[in-house]
Structure formats: structure tokens, C-alpha cells
């Protein structure tokens, strides 16, 4: 590691030693898990997910060195969610995507063992507690996020958008301008989930995160899959070493008892 907060997903800097500077990463309530699907308990009494996203307005697409994250404006209700678990509702902050080298694996949840070629995060923020993101971001009630698995079969019409602006952020650190995506058309039909307790999946790895995997997956080609893998860098402009971006997962951390529950009866 070159300075105190650096990490990554390299051999030296990747996920079994963030807990040198992140100690939390060793707490109790830590994300992704393995969900087992014969574990998960049906609560009868979940609502059904609401997503609002109609007025969302998209701003920026970003390489932060560990992914890419398309940003939206949140300073009021624009984009929110309700329902399911959530006594409140949570607006829309940016989303990103972490995904494998290969197609075998690349989502940081897995299902009955299995992993999916790419997982999908919607990051969203309790603005009616919090006065900022950053404050509840250290909440324990403070973000929702959902998860979506993406799963090789058919092209993706809307997803094409989104692969075709990659360039411009093919480097760490660089910004562009996207306006207008709507991420509603990156949702499976069915909004069936499981939720469960968890935390930030990057450093700082709060423990301030509800997640809301859902259930069934969305499907993109093998092409656009390589879009991500080839176009986009771990490094910056500068470095000379290029290395494409990829295996940007945390593995399934331990349970310790937490309870996922069950929108659905199997
Ligand atoms: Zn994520």
C-alpha cells in the first residue's frame, strides 16, 4: 500500500487486508453474503418494493478507481424507494457495478454458492433523518441499497447507453457528463428481494447499509460484459502499468447470526 487509505483489489491491497485500516471490516453485520435460499425466512408481513425514479435526473458517470458510478441529482425527492422493509423513504445517490475477469464470477452476493458475472448497486440515503449523505452513510439506518445480479443471456437494449459512454471514464480519477439515464430500465420485471442487515461492501465498510438483493436477475450479453473488462483501467492516465478493471468484488463475509428475510415463499 503507497498511502493510508489506499486499497484495492490487488493481491497486497485487496479485500483480506482492508481490515489494517478498516478494522470494521472484521465487525459483525459485514457484506456481501452467501445467501441460502432454504435459510432465508418468508415474512408475510414485508410490503412490496416501491421504486420512484420517474423525475430521476442522472448527472455524471465516474472512475473511481475501484469501479464505475453514474451520479444523480439528490438534493430533493426526485428518485426514492418505499415500501418493503423501509419505514422511510430513501433517495437515489449514484449507482456502480462490480464484476469478474471472467464470466464466472464477478457478484459480491452470491446465492446457494453461486455467483453471478456481475452485481449491480443502487445506493440510496435516508434524507428525512440525516442532513447529508455522509451522515448517513455512518448510520445504522442510513442507506438502502439494492442489489441487482446481471447474468449472461440476451443483449440488453437499455444497457447499451451505458457500455457506449464507458470510454470516457476509461481512466481513475476522470468524470463525465451523463444526463438522462433512467436506471428503472436496469430492474428485473419482478421485484421479489431479500433483505437483510449488512454494510458498505468498499472501505470504509460502514455498517449502515439494508440491502435489498433481488431475486431475479437482469440479463446482458457476453458483449456488453466485455465492455466493462476491456474499456475501463484501474490506473490513471499517468501510470504506465494498464490494468483493466475487473474481480472489483468483495468475497461473502460470515452471517453471525443475522436472519435474511424473504420477500417470497420459495
Ligand atoms: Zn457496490
Known amino acids: 500500500m503507497t498511502g493510508q487509505h489506499c486499497w484495492g483489489y490487488g493481491e497486497d491491497d485487496g479485500p483480506s487486508e482492508w481490515y489494517r485500516y478498516f478494522p470494521i471490516a472484521q465487525g459483525t453485520r459485514q ?3 452467501n445467501i441460502v435460499s432454504s435459510q432465508a425466512v418468508f415474512n408475510s408481513s414485508l410490503k412490496p418494493l416501491v421504486v420512484s425514479y420517474d423525475q430521476c435526473t442522472s448527472i455524471s458517470m465516474s472512475n473511481n478507481g475501484h ?13 426514492v424507494i418505499g415500501g418493503g422493509p423501509l419505514n422511510d423513504s430513501y433517495r437515489l445517490k449514484q449507482f456502480h457495478f462490480h464484476w469478474g475477469s471472467q464470466h464466472d464470477k464477478g457478484s459480491e452476493h452470491t446465492v446457494d454458492g453461486r455467483s453471478y458475472p456481475c452485481e449491480l448497486h443502487l445506493v440510496h ?15 445504522s439506518d442510513g ?20 457500455t457506449d459512454a464507458l470510454y470516457m471514464v476509461r481512466f481513475r480519477g476522470t468524470t463525465a457528463q451523463f444526463n438522462n439515464f433512467n436506471p428503472k ?30 431475486k431475479e436477475p437482469i440479463k446482458v450479453s457476453e458483449k456488453q460484459m466485455e465492455r466493462f473488462r476491456k474499456t475501463l483501467l484501474f490506473n490513471g492516465e499517468e501510470e504506465e502499468e494498464r490494468i483493466h478493471m475487473g474481480n472489483n468484488f468483495r468475497p461473502p463475509q460470515p452471517l453471525n447470526g443475522r436472519k435474511v428475510q424473504a420477500s417470497f415463499k420459495c
Do not use: Q
Open 31 to 33: 457484506s456481501p453474503i
Open 67 to 79: 469501479s464505475v458510478m453514474v451520479e444523480f441529482d439528490d438534493n430533493d425527492d426526485k428518485a
Open 125 to 139: 440515503w435516508n434524507a428525512k433523518s440525516y442532513p447529508t449523505f455522509g451522515e448517513a452513510a455512518t448510520a
Open 143 to 162: 442507506l438502502v441499497v439494492i442489489g441487482v445480479f446481471l447474468e449472461s443471456g440476451g443483449k440488453h437494449p437499455a444497457l447499451d447507453r451505458l
Open 185 to 214: 430500465c436496469l430492474l428485473p420485471a419482478s421485484l421479489e428481494y431479500w433483505t437483510y442487515p449488512g454494510s458498505l461492501t468498499t472501505p470504509p465498510l460502514n455498517e449502515s447499509v439494508t440491502w435489498i438483493v433481488l
